[in-house]
């Protein structure tokens, strides 16, 4: 098999394709072999001592030409139609990602999309929208402005598009996550928005090119456009549907959801209505929702992230990270901090002690953290 240029990026992609080999199993693998290379190298006696790998998984190893063959072919792939690949361990990975349990494994990648920007706002909503939704949608967006934040949606009809194309219109970036691989434009009508959107922001998918799409692809890529995004708001909803359970995933992850009120006899206003009833999301009355939620300031955001990341370079490079994480997000769990950073509980739960003391990070009750400055 010829010498591969990112040997590294091809191990970890083939490891990837190891039936039932999620994030945590992933992380496990890693933490134990040193990286992925190492790991398809190891006698499968030591392979199935790696918790949660066992006989069986190790036994599936012995198999790695053939999946080393078949990331090769993928990679092969992407180089020819100018796709970027990341995996969970590259370093321009969405850091919003990695602390997920449930996190891709590898993400394929169209445009100029940054995948760690200082803001990201989803909003979704049905796919028969009516034109109050269209309009709320466009509202938001230009309501926005000030912010300067990243709008996350699923390129879907109905209010994910308006929200796509109100960002180009309002010249903010924009990410369409697909249920459909990034070289297979679903639906293809949106492929001419997909196109504009290359330039200020990207298509982002877990599919492989060329991989055959499937509707359980959908509410799979329901949970990256949560992840993503720092608050997700709801335009429209009918009672069951895709937005419904971005909705759901992102109360899960603990983000900010937010839902636009509707006319009680509008059947796309029930879903809305419903989160709301039931506290799975705040009433949006309108961007300054967002400012109080997410402790915002108009002031550019990157001149803001750059000025406390300085402020934090007299502290140990733990700490810094530490202190990077919450930065990305309003607040984390210790587990979720624990297995972003790689490092055991007994001394992350130290670290958020000393931290707390300066005054610089608060707990909060369910073991969450969140900056104060």
């Given at each position: ?66 999946y080393l063959r078949e990331a ?89 598009i308006e929200a796509h194309k ?102 796309y206003s029930e879903g809305c ?101």
């Amino acid at each position: 098999m010829p010498n591969p240029q990112n040997e590294t990026q091809l191990y970890q992609i083939a490891l990837s394709l190891i039936p039932k080999i999620g994030p945590a199993t992933y992380r496990n693998i890693i933490a134990y072999s040193g990286s992925a290379s190492s790991f398809f190298n190891l006698p499968a006696g030591k392979a199935s001592k790696i918790p949660r790998i066992g006989a069986k998984l190790a036994e599936i190893v012995k198999n790695k030409n053939q999946y080393l063959r078949e990331a090769e072919e993928i990679l092969n792939n992407c180089h020819k139609k100018n796709i970027r690949v990341l995996t969970l361990q590259d370093p321009d990975f969405p850091s919003r990602l990695k602390a997920l349990e449930d996190s891709p494994l590898v993400l394929f990648i169209k445009g100029n999309a940054a995948l760690n920007p200082a803001r990201a706002i989803g909003i979704v909503g049905t796919r028969q929208a009516s034109e109050y939704g269209k309009n709320i949608t466009r509202k938001i967006i230009e309501d926005l402005i000030p912010y300067q934040p990243t709008i996350i949606s699923g390129l879907a009809y109905g209010i994910d598009i308006e929200a796509h194309k109100a960002a180009l219109q309002y010249d903010l970036p924009t990410i369409g996550i697909l249920g459909s691989s990034v070289d297979n434009i679903y639906p293809s009508i949106h492929k001419n928005t997909a196109m504009s959107m290359l330039e200020n922001g990207g298509l982002l998918s877990e599919f492989q090119p060329g991989s055959e799409m499937h509707p359980g692809n959908f509410p799979k890529r329901n949970r990256i456009i949560s992840g993503l995004s720092d608050a997700l708001i709801v335009v429209e909803a009918a009672k069951k549907g895709g937005a419904l359970i971005t909705a759901e995933i992102a109360y899960s992850y603990n983000k900010e959801v937010f839902a636009v009120p509707g006319n009680l006899q509008s059947i796309y206003s029930e879903g809305c209505n419903n989160l709301i009833r039931s506290m799975k999301a705040s009433i949006f009355t309108g961007v300054k929702d967002l400012e109080e939620a997410l402790s915002w300031s108009k002031e550019n955001p990157l001149e803001s992230r750059e000025t406390k990341i300085q402020s934090w370079e007299s502290f140990p490079i733990e700490e810094q990270q530490i202190l990077g994480l919450l930065q990305q997000k309003k607040e984390m769990e210790i587990d979720q901090l624990s297995l972003q950073l790689e490092m055991s509980i007994s001394i992350l739960a130290s670290k958020l002690l000393g931290l707390e003391f300066e005054g610089i990070i608060k707990s909060l009750p369910g073991k969450k953290y969140r900056l104060i400055l």
